[in-house]
């Protein structure tokens, strides 16, 4: 049975027991409304999304042991590489930062399984662009619930996306850019109902 709502409890169990029964090196990007929850900005999400940085031949084994606990725990997930869908934004590696929540869980399992697989939010200013390219009601409700805590904010998701746009013209999106300014302008409207100002122009 699948667990309709997620809390950080359920959501930290299930990168555990992957951290545990995995065994390999490697790197796991948690993100999506899943992240915003460990870090104690939402209280629950319906499923987990994340992608992995791990050797080829490492990829199989991963994704058999995800399905396992995802069965077990009851939980969906879904792995996708943000940089599959959009070109990513200069510096995203570097704004990765990692999940405490894990380490401070007091779980047995948080020590040197985690140190092997290491556990990290994926970039939000990514994330934002990625889930905007999309555009459904709740990709907008995570971008600003992402905005609404502190992980990005307007006027430098203006000036990544100024750089960013260019290449949108050059790599597939699965949209026209103009599609994509016009998801955007209609995010920073939502902000603006908020109460938010914001110093977008478009």
């Known amino acids: 049975m699948v667990a309709k709502y997620l809390d950080a409890h359920s959501i930290g169990r299930f990168l555990n027991e992957i951290a545990y029964r995995f065994r390999g090196g490697g790197r796991f ?13 939402r209280e629950w999400a319906t499923e987990v999304t994340y992608c992995v940085e791990l050797g080829s031949e490492d990829l199989p084994l991963f994704d058999r042991i995800a399905r396992e606990v995802g069965g077990e725990l009851g939980i969906r997930h879904f792995r996708e590489h943000p940089g599959e869908v959009i070109p990513l934004p200069e ?33 939000p200013y990514s994330i934002a662009f990625r889930f905007i390219a999309r555009g459904d009601e709740q990709d907008y409700e ?9 992980w990005v904010n307007e006027q430098e998701m203006e000036r990544q996306l100024q750089a960013l746009l260019p290449r949108f013209s050059r790599r597939t999106i699965q949209q026209d850019p103009a599609e994509f300014r016009r998801k955007y302008r209609g995010l920073c409207q939502m902000w603006r109902a908020m109460g938010h100002r914001t110093g ?3």
């Open 29 to 41: 990007y948690l993100y999506g409304f899943a992240g915003l929850v460990l870090a104690g900005h």
């Open 200 to 202: 977008i122009q478009f």
């Open 91 to 123: 510096g995203y590696a570097q704004r990765a930062r990692p999940i405490e929540a894990l380490h401070r869980s007091g779980d047995q399992l948080a020590g040197p399984a985690l140190d092997r697989l290491g556990f990290y939010h994926f970039d």
């Open 142 to 150: 995570l971008v600003l619930a992402m905005l609404e805590a502190g």
